[in-house]
Nanobody, 126 residues
């Protein structure tokens, strides 16, 4: 059974930091590209960042570039998102997702992912 389980969300003040984790199981982690996608209240899904698990090549949305860092620990089959300098507009449910045949186009389009997690809430507020 495939599982993606996110954790690490919570309430943080503007300017603060959080680290999200996504524990993966049930598929060959190294064969997939992994992404973080978020959904703000009342809005649609938006791509945040992706990483190729094998090569560690990373991609970021302009809105988070320089503030967020995506990484993986392949020995633990775990995806991370270090979020620094958080802003109120970063408030959203954050999902991790896995895609086997990922290109930057398919990773940002969001409609071809193979697996999704259940999401973790991040709230940035004073």
């Amino acid at each position: 059974e495939v599982q993606l389980v996110e954790s690490g969300g919570g309430l943080v003040q503007p300017g603060g930091s959080l680290r999200l984790s996504c524990a993966a199981s049930g598929f060959t982690f190294d064969d997939y590209a992994m992404s973080w996608v978020r959904q703000a209240p009342g809005k649609g899904l938006k791509w945040v960042s992706s990483i190729y698990s094998s090569s560690k090549t990373t991609y970021y949305a302009d809105s988070v570039k320089g503030r967020f860092t995506i990484s993986t620990d392949n020995a633990k089959n775990t995806l991370y998102l270090q979020m620094n300098s958080l802003k109120p507009e970063d408030t959203a449910v954050y999902y991790c997702a896995a895609i086997q045949s990922g290109t930057i186009a398919t990773m940002t389009a969001l409609n071809e992912y193979d697996y999704w997690g259940q999401g973790t809430q991040v709230t940035v507020s004073s």
